[in-house]
Every structure is written in C-alpha cells, then in structure tokens.
C-alpha cells in the first residue's frame, strides 16, 4: 500500500477506479541514490532525510534549520513513516539535526536526485488516462458553475457590452476583435486527449555555481495536472544555453507519443531529428526571428483567404480575450523532420488601464508533427495555451516558495530546495493555492472562504497521507466539541485549528487546556514565525522576545480573531509583524550609544588580583 504523496494529488481529479498505480517514491529513492556517506556517519537513510525535506518543503518551511524544529517536535509514528533512526540510547525515534539537513545537499548528488525524481513520476504523469481524466474533471466543474450562475444572481461584467452580434449569428466580443463563427467557437479550457509536455528554464537570482556562473535550470512540466517530469542544470562546465541541454534533459523520459512544446529558442532542426527519431515524439514550437529563413516561409502561405479553423472567447479577470487559429499544411523544404502543418495562431487582448480600454494584438507562427488526421485544430489551440503551465509552475516557486529570495545559494543547495520545490507544487495546484502561505490539507470537503489548514506533512508513503497528518490532537478534540455544541453560531463548519472565540479564551477552558493551547499554537507555528520575525529584525534574540510576546497576545486578545477574515497562522503573522516594526521604530528613534569618553582612551586593567597575590606571598614568608 506504499505510495507516493503525488500519486494522492493526482488521484483527485480521477473518478473512481481511474487513479493509475501508486508511486513508490522512498524505495525508488533507495534504489536510485547512490550515499556518499561513510559507515560510521550513517544514522539516518539517505530517503529518511529526504523524505523530512520533502514534508518540511510542503509545510512552507524555506530551510533547513527550520524544517528541523518543526520535525523535532513531531510525534513517534510520524517520525517512524519518515524512516527516522531509533536512538539505541532511549529506545526513541529521533528527528535529524539540523546540521545534518544543512549538509545533505551537500554531499547529494543533484543530477542524480534529478533522475531518481524523475524515474518516480514521470511515467505516471505521462499517462494518456490523465488527460481523459481532467477532461472530464473540466466538463464537471463546467456544470456546476452553470448551477451556480443560475441560482445566484449578478449584475454582467461591464466587459460583456461590448459583445455585437449580426444577423447571421456571427458574432464578436469587442468591435476591434474578429468576427467569430460560433460554429468555430470551442471551451478556452479544453483539455486534449494527447499527453503533453512544456520545457523552459527559469534562473535562480543570487544563486552561484562556482565563481559567478548562475544557476540556471532547464524544466519539463505536463500541461495537466502541472507535474514537474525533469530537470536539469543548464551550463555545469563550459559554454553551454537552453539549447544544449533539451537532449539530455528529454532523454530518459518516456515520451512516446508525447507533444512537446517550448519556446522559440528550441525551435531547432536537430531538436526535431531528435524527438521524432529517437524518441518518437511530436513537437509543436513557435518560429519566430532566430529561424528567418523558415519564417519568411511559413510567413509567405495564403494566410488571408483560410478561414479561421477554431476559436476561443472569454471575459476573465477583466480582460476581453479572442484567441484563433488557421491551419495550412507545412510547405516543402522545412528542413524540420516530418512537419506537417503549419499554424497561425492570432491573440487579441482588451483591457482597461486607468479609466481607458486598450486593445493588443498578436500573430505568432508554429510548426508541428502532428498531421490533421492525428489532432484537432481545437486541440492545437489548448496546447499551445497549455504550454503556459510552466511559467505558472515559475510564478508558483517565486512568489508562494519566494525562490529568488532564498538564502540558499551556493553548491548543489539551490538545485536540490528547487527540486523540493516541484514536489510539493502538484499539492498546492490541487489545493487551489493562491498568493500567501500555502494551504496543507486535503482538499475535498468545502470549506468557508478565507480558512485554510495550516498542518504539518508529516508523511510520504502511505495511502493515507494526509489524512493521517491532520490527525487532532486531544485539546483540540475538546475544543471543537465545545465550539460545535448549539447555541455557538457560524463556527461548525469552521476547522478545529481555526477556531477562536472569546468563550473559548476565558471561560470554556480550564487552566490546565490553557496551557496546551498555548503550547500546541507555539508548537504549529512558532518555528515559521520565528524565521519570518528574523529576516525582519535581523536578530535572533530579538525575534525570540516578539514570537513570545506574539503568543502572549494572541492568548490575552483572541477575541479579536476572525475565522473569516483568515487562518490563524495568518493572524499570528500579522500580530508579529506589528510587534517587529513597533520594535524597529523604537531602536530609530533612540539615539546611537556612544562611550563617554571617546574610544582613544585605552582601558586600564584592574590589579586588584595581582596585589592581593602578591599580600598572600609575603604574609607565607614572614610566616
């Protein structure tokens, strides 16, 4: 029954039955990884380490010194599904140091991490009963959001009167967009029988590799669910781009019948040699200016006189998007193995920016393998719109893990916490993660806007994972009987760790509960709002006063908390933060100390021990 957490993930956008095999991620670690360490420095297994990484990562943990507090303080059965060693001393499962997480990038081999990564999940992620499977995901959230629509009613966006339609049905969403057959018009989310995958590098800022090369990786991510199948470093010696490393970044994937999309920049003749011949993959790739010659070509068909093949239309976040699509067959003499259809996909974009609707438009130019009979001009459309899945994979690790701000830096620590990182994204994905901590929780049952679990991961290889981890502990057991008993409104659907309410503070709970409350709160977040309090203060024992201080508030004030408002963690937070810029404010307005007397006065010593030596020598030789 062992399996991979990202096999749970994936699981919840199958219907029953569906779900491929699970993914036995800490055996294939054992079997892939290859442990430096010498016999006499082996207390904990390499996978056990990972493994405390891995949930440390997924707890919005950003290092190792973190993540070994929060794994300090987790329980015997959770550091036995991590695969800690047992003291022989005590007889007791023990978390690793910090020291030693410190150094496990270290001694790890990163392109070796990489590949066993990889050997996990990229055979799952590549499965054709995935996108069946998000397809018909997509058509159920589709028919509850048309529920939805009519039992609410609203005013239509201020975007939608704009739309003109003419007497024979044709119609278009702004007078500067396309008319549009609405026999051409499809779903902006449709979802593709045909697995694909996205590969584009991203570089870590004010990380280094040695002098002052950076640390650039190379990454493929499936277009759905978003699942990060490879990875790899771009330039380790030598001269080296993108470009270089697309072969070997693709090769020990499985890619057959698999589409391929990327950037401009790999739009190269050898890279399609590759995937149709050793690979037995298609490609789908731009060709912008660093291919001129087959531009001009692709650029030369009779693009006026076809009619547009598929379209899509859509209000979203305030913007007007027309997308739509014409298909040729490729000409002659590409140069590109087995092309087979060239498209012209056109982009118009209206917005409003300070009172005013702007209108953008854009062509862009492909080349693909895929002939008509083996796709749809549709589905040639979703691919291309999927292939942004890795810039928000991208978005995901700088803004939610704050990846270029990470004190992480130097060796193979910065490849190896990015690693982590696509681990753990499919998680937040599922979860519907949006800007702020990261939520911790299972998905399924609904929950009340604005709340979110705030749990520690605290297992990689059962069935159960999550579900286990969530586990309550006995006071909060009884404190959500009491918040959930009648006559206490709108707090029955709210989590237990979220639950706050003056009752609750003063005369519900005895002196004794008082005290594990307080210590459970320090216990779930203490660790990450001390971190938090030291990159503000820059001063560890200063934080440590205001994280007490934040406690003792949060414990004197809980009345104010509102589970609607956000999590508590959140509310811990923003309590913190508060005390550190008062403590700020305070060291300004003081003014710098200074000596009294200026620092060139040299200190004398004192020879109040040397003279009461020298008392005691002569009063033993006049004895």
Not at 436 to 445: A, E, R, V, Y
Not at 501 to 507: F, G, L, N, R, V
Not at 585 to 609: F, I, K, N, T, W
């Amino acid at each position: 029954m062992s399996s991979s957490w990202l096999t749970d993930c994936i699981r919840r956008h199958f219907p029953a039955g569906a779900a491929p095999d699970p993914v036995p991620l800490r055996e294939t670690l054992d079997r892939l990884l290859t442990d430096p360490r010498g016999r006499r420095g082996k207390r904990h297994s390499l996978s056990s380490l990972i493994s405390v990484l891995v949930a440390g990562a997924a707890s919005a943990y950003c290092g190792p010194l973190a993540v070994a507090q929060a794994a300090a303080g987790w329980d015997q059965d959770v550091l036995a599904g991590h695969g800690c060693r047992v003291s022989p001393r005590t007889g007791l499962r023990v978390a690793p140091s910090p020291s030693t997480l410190d150094r496990l990038p270290r001694f790890l081999d990163a392109d070796e991490f990489e590949a066993a990564l990889s050997a996990s999940v990229a055979a799952a992620a590549l499965s054709p009963a995935i996108p069946a499977a998000c397809a018909a995901h997509r058509a159920e959230e589709q028919r509850n959001q048309e529920e939805r629509k009519k039992k609410r009613k609203r005013k239509p966006p201020a975007a939608g009167s704009f739309c003109e339609e003419r007497a024979d049905g044709w119609f278009r969403a702004h007078p500067a967009h396309p008319w549009l057959n609405p026999g051409t018009l499809g779903d902006p989310g449709h979802v593709p029988a045909r697995p694909a995958a996205a590969v584009d590098g991203k570089e870590r800022k004010l990380a280094k590799a040695g002098g002052k090369k950076k640390v650039h990786l190379l990454a493929a991510v499936t277009h759905v669910p978003g699942l990060v199948i490879g990875q790899d470093k771009v330039a380790k010696t030598g001269k080296a781009n993108e470009v270089t490393h697309f072969r070997p970044l693709l090769e020990p994937l499985p890619l057959d019948g698999v589409l391929v999309t990327a950037d401009a920049m790999q739009t190269t003749r050898d890279n399609a040699l590759f995937l149709r011949k050793a690979k037995n993959a298609h490609y789908l790739w731009p060709v912008l200016g660093n291919q001129p010659s087959l531009n001009a070509q692709l650029n030369a068909l009779p693009w006026e006189t076809t009619p547009v093949a598929a379209a899509t239309s859509e209000i979203s976040h305030g913007r007007i998007e027309t997308r739509t699509i014409q298909v040729l067959p490729a000409p002659a003499g590409t140069g590109f193995q087995d092309a087979a259809q060239a498209i012209l996909i056109e982009r118009y974009t209206t917005y409003k920016k300070k009172g005013k609707w702007h209108t953008r438009c854009e062509a862009v130019l492909y080349i693909t393998s895929l002939t008509a009979d083996e796709t749809t001009p549709q589905d040639l459309l979703a691919h291309v719109r999927g292939h942004w899945r890795i810039e928000h994979t991208h978005w995901l690790r700088d803004v939610i893990w704050k990846e270029d701000k990470s004190l992480i830096r130097t060796g193979n620590a910065p490849q190896v916490w990015s690693a982590l990182a696509n681990l753990v994204l499919p998680h937040t994905r599922s979860n519907q993660v949006r800007r702020g901590n990261p939520p911790l929780c299972p998905g399924p049952p609904p929950r009340p806007p604005a709340t979110r679990h705030h749990r520690t991961l605290t297992r990689l290889n059962t069935t159960r994972d999550f579900d286990e981890s969530l586990g309550e502990s006995p006071v909060y057991e009884r404190w959500r009987s009491r918040m959930t008993k009648p006559g206490t409104p709108c707090l029955q659907s709210i989590p237990a760790a979220d639950v706050a309410d003056p009752e609750w503070a003063t005369e519900s709970i005895s002196a004794h509960d008082a005290e594990e409350m307080v210590t459970q709160l320090y216990k779930d977040n203490g660790a990450f709002i001390l971190s938090y309090v030291t990159g503000l203060l820059r001063d560890r024992y200063l934080a440590e006063d205001v994280v007490q201080e934040t406690m003792l508030r949060a414990w004197r004030h809980c009345a104010r908390f509102s589970p609607e408002k956000g999590s508590v963690r959140g509310w811990l937070i923003r309590v913190a933060h508060n005390i550190a810029v008062d403590k700020i404010r305070m060291r300004q307005s003081r003014p710098a100390e200074v000596a009294p007397y200026g620092s060139s006065l040299a200190l004398v010593e004192d020879h109040a021990d040397s003279v009461l030596t020298a008392l005691q020598v002569r009063a033993a030789l006049r004895g």
